[in-house]
């Protein structure tokens, strides 16, 4: 298992001509404190939301992608799978979306020779963050847009993100029918498809979050716990 101060120091290029193991990626997540699953075992205790609601699972991708070496590194992973499905030659503008999916798109684009990257902004007028923008240049006629998004839960930012540009674009755009996302956590998997965009995913788990009253955890006797105040209890860390 590595430490933490040897994941600090890994290079990129080591990594170039790897495939690595999906284990060994969420367990640099899970070092970060950057993730964490439920075990299953209804002894050990699950997620309570900020919402009230429950959940067996947790993702923040920020926490592993301000190291500049894994954000390249994992774009780099996302990119071989992309560049197997997609013909990437096509692609002209990578946009990611704020704010970790800012600078990851940039390496995504990067790791496939795309040209061009980008993201949408949030509208500072909506207060819920949930609104994106698109204003700062256009986007030419004829050229394709690849979405890379760090974290999905549901096709709303991705649809958000699409809407935002179709509107802000002073023409119309083209894009490519696949997205690419760094975490997949959808509440029941499998999802091939948002709408018809094709999901191209480096990591997938199924992350579930429901009213306590239909909360299976619940019905078997685990614990409840509020994330941020018990992690080293909830994720069984010393
Ligand atoms: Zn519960």
Known sequence: MITLKELMLIKPEDFKKKVILIDEILSWFSLLDA???H????????????SGWCSNGFFDCLRVLKYINLSDILADQLGKK?????DYTKVDWVIGSPM?????????ARAIDAPINMCVEKDPADPKGKRMIWKRMAIP????????EELTTTAHTLNEVERAI?????NPVNFLPYVGILVH?????????YDQRIV??????????VPPEECPLCKQGSKRLRPKTNWKELTGKN
């Open 141 to 148: 006629e004829g050229d394709w847009v690849l979405q890379i």
């Open 82 to 86: 992309i560049r197997k499905i997609i």
């Open 100 to 108: 970790a999916g800012i600078t990851f798109a940039h390496d995504v």
């Open 166 to 170: 179709r509107e802000g674009n002073p």
């Open 185 to 193: 956590r959808p509440p029941k998997l499998p999802v091939d498809y």
């Open 200 to 209: 191209v995913a480096l990591i997938e788990k199924e992350i579930w979050a």
């Open 39 to 50: 075990s299953g075992d209804p002894k050990d205790p699950h997620a309570e939301l900020t």
């Open 35 to 37: 993730s964490w699953i």
